[in-house]
């Protein structure tokens, strides 16, 4: 990976870091979700006029990237509802990018080398201690380590059809204008369910609409362009390098507890996929 390719997605995963943080504080989850959705087809209905169309041959992958999007959607709320930012985040992040490096040799031929084995171990551990290190917190939160970790294996399955798809389009912009386009769906639920009251909480909380609207565009923007120079697997891990970020936020700003285990996990996964970026 190219120093400037590093650059974007470590930038990318600082802010993805930022908007789940805004998940987890907000009081109205459904408020901050769909303004992420919103400023993604925002995006879409601004970019498409003005980029070259995907090549037929990535729609698939832009069909099945969407179904993913749409679930992920509904297991990051039920994550955040149940567990802490810093147990679920790291969770969801962690296993994400061991499934990507399986889903990325099994669907595009990309294998990894024993140094990423080694780091997709670490980062096991890590996710383990994170859910599994009290039996007490296992029994409580039962229901936010099967969201999170059912959150990591959707991650799992955009990344790898994003990479692919991208790369199949010939038009990365292209690509990523129609897969921000299809988040309308989301959207139009979101206004459903609330019937007609969340136009007047994003006007009311506009500053934090937009905030979080341009930290989920900017953060899969990039990462889906960066898919597209180098390989899945490692840009994969090194976006989950916001674990840290995350986790930080959670125990320094939310007060979450117990600070050390999370904090120290955390950094374990972090080390896995940083070894994962470097042997691939």
Known sequence: MTPEITIMVLVAALLHAMW??????????????SSVALGQFIVGVVLIPFVRPPNPNSWPAIGVSCLF?????????????????????????????????????????EYLSTPSLCGVILASMGIASIAWVQEACVKRNRSAVFFAVGTGAIIAG???????????????????????????????FALVRRRGQ???????????????????????????????FAPIAAVSALRESSVIMAALIGTLVF???????????????????AIITMGT
């Open 69 to 109: 999007h749409y679930l992920y959607y509904v297991f990051l709320f039920q994550a955040y509802r149940f567990g802490d930012l810093s147990q679920a985040y790291p969770t969801a992040r962690g296993v994400a990018p061991i499934l990507v490096a399986i889903g990325a040799a099994v669907f595009g031929g």
């Open 20 to 33: 789940n943080a805004l998940v987890k504080k907000a009081s109205d989850r459904l408020l901050v979700l």
């Open 158 to 188: 955009y990344s790898v059809s994003d990479g692919i798809g991208v790369r199949l389009s010939g038009s990365p912009f292209g690509f990523i204008a129609w897969l921000f386009l299809f988040e309308c769906p989301v959207v139009i």
């Open 255 to 273: 007060g979450e507890r117990p600070w050390q285990i999370r904090i120290a996990a955390a950094v374990l996964v972090a080390g896995g996929v």
């Open 198 to 228: 969340l136009v007047f909480a994003w006007r009311s909380h506009w500053q934090g609409v937009i905030g979080t609207a341009i930290s989920s565009v900017l953060a899969y923007g990039i990462v889906i362009y960066a898919a597209n």
